[in-house]
T-cell receptor, first 113, second 111 residues
Framework: GAGVSQSPSNKVTEKGKDVELRCDPI?????LYWYRQSLGQGLEFLIY????????KSGLPSDRFSAERTGGSVSTLTIQRTQQEDSAVYLC???????????FGPGTRLTVL | GENVEQHPSTLSVQEGDSAVIKCTYS??????FPWYKQELGKGPQLIID?????GEKKDQRIAVTLNKTAKHFSLHITETQPEDSAVYFC??????????FGTGTSLTVIP
């Protein structure tokens, strides 16, 4: 079946602009996660949506970052007033609620000039 | 919160040799430890995982060991092949929650 998809695959933007990154999880997966992978670094947790519960936003690095999940499916990560340090690969993952394995998408590579 | 450390950051082995990657974690409440393989330009893919009630798990050439007392776990790849070359990440979590990842190991298998 279809895996997790993310769009765009690459995004180049100018410092100060807003960007939106999209994640389509696997159908039926009620848990959705966003991670950030900076060059040479591990994956940094950003935000977690679990079913109808309030999202866990504890990993968001600043108030310029926000995410929403509409209808319990598609999620959008928004970065306002982008900075050069926001340049990274943003990965989305989904899983069955309270299950172990997270399935990752291919990521969006964001470059802020 | 949880802190996961991973070593080494880079590893080169000859084809056919074994590779071992080690991780430590800080939160004794963590009970799920997956290992992911990430190839260039792709998202990470689960290769093996272990729960805290098990000390060792094996799947063909890949095995994972867990020492709960010492709070460390290791990935073992035997009979390495060139297609094993990738970046490997360990992670720790409480089941159903976000993963805390190590910083990754870039494995190169030399033919």
């Amino acid at each position: 079946g279809a895996g997790v998809s993310q769009s765009p695959s690459n995004k180049v933007t100018e410092k100060g602009k807003d960007v939106e990154l999209r994640c389509d999880p696997i159908s039926g997966h009620t848990a959705l996660y966003w991670y950030r992978q900076s060059l040479g670094q591990g994956l940094e947790f950003l935000i977690y949506f679990q079913g109808n519960s309030a999202p866990d936003k504890s990993g968001l690095p600043s108030d310029r970052f926000s995410a929403e999940r509409t209808g319990g499916s598609v999620s959008t990560l928004t970065i306002q007033r982008t900075q050069q340090e926001d340049s990274a690969v943003y990965l989305c993952a989904s899983s069955l609620l309270r299950a172990n394995e997270q399935f990752f998408g291919p990521g969006t590579r964001l470059t802020v000039l | 919160g949880e802190n996961v450390e991973q070593h080494p950051s880079t590893l080169s082995v000859q084809e056919g040799d074994s590779a071992v990657i080690k991780c430590t974690y800080s939160d004794s409440a963590s009970n799920y430890f997956p290992w992911y393989k990430q190839e260039l330009g792709k998202g990470p893919q689960l290769i093996i995982d272990i729960r805290s009630n098990v000390g060792e798990k094996k799947d063909q050439r890949i095995a994972v060991t867990l020492n709960k007392t010492a709070k460390h776990f290791s990935l073992h790849i035997t009979e390495t092949q060139p297609e094993d070359s990738a970046v490997y990440f360990c992670a720790a979590s409480k089941i159903g929650n976000q993963f805390y990842f190590g910083t990754g190991t870039s494995l190169t298998v030399i033919p």
